[in-house]
C-alpha cells in the first residue's frame, strides 16, 4: 500500500494499529499480486481512502455506508454511491436523489459526484475499498471490512453525537455496535431499505433521512448539511 496511502492526518495516528497488522499486511500482499497479474483495480490507488481524505475525523457528522466501489471503468473515485462528474448516475444514486427531492425539495443533479457532502462531513465509507474490474464483491474478505469496522468505531467513539444514516440489512448490521439515541447513547441512528431498485420501493422512500439529519444536527446548534449538489462538479 506504502505509496498509495493518502489519507487526511487525522486518522492516520488513531489508525496506526491497523496499518501496521498482520490483516493488512496480508491485504497489501494480494492487491500488489493483483495489479502484477494485469487485473485492473478501482479506484485507483491514490483515493483508496478517499472517504478518510476528504472528511476528517473530528470533522464527521454523518456517516452513509455502502459496500464495495463500483466496478466499471471511470466510476469509482473513493466515496460510497458517488461517481465522476462525467459518468452516468447508477440506479441507486438515482433513488437517492430522488429522495432528497421528495425529502426537503431539492432538484436531482446531473451529475453523481458528492464531494460536496463529504467536505461538510459526510463520512461515505465503503465497507471494502477497492475491486477488481468488472467483478462486483472480488475483494471482499481480505481485510477491508476489518480497517473498515475499525474506522466506525472511532467515529463512535466521538464525544459529538454522529448521524449514522444505515441503508439495508448490510450496512445495518456492520455498524450494530453504535449506541442510538434510543438506545441511551448519543448518536442518531436512522435504518431504512437500500436505495437499489430492488428495495427502494420496500421503506428507502418515504424514510426522511435527510431531513432528520438536519433537524438533530440542529438541535446540537450545528450547521445543517447542505444535500444541494453544485451544478459544476470539480
Known sequence: ??????????????????????YMASLRAFLVAEKAAGK???????????????????????VILGQDPYHGPDQAHGLCFSVRPEVPLPPSLVNIYKELASDLGIAPARHGFLEHWAKQG?????????????????????????????VIRLVAAKEEPVVFMLWGSYAQKKAAFVESVERGGRHLVLKAPHPSPLSAHSGFFGCRHFSRANAFLLSLGQKPIDWALPECAA
Open 40 to 62: 485492473r483495480i478501482f479506484p485507483k490507488g491514490g483515493h483508496w481512502f478517499r472517504a478518510l481524505d476528504l472528511t476528517p475525523l473530528e470533522t464527521v457528522r454523518v
Open 122 to 150: 459526510v463520512l461515505l465509507l465503503n465497507s471494502v475499498l477497492t475491486v477488481q474490474m468488472s467483478a462486483a464483491a472480488s475483494h471482499r474478505e481480505r481485510g477491508w471490512e476489518r480497517f473498515t469496522d475499525a
Open 1 to 22: 500500500m506504502g505509496n498509495e496511502v493518502r489519507l487526511h492526518q487525522s486518522w492516520l495516528e488513531p489508525l496506526r494499529g491497523e496499518f501496521d497488522s498482520p
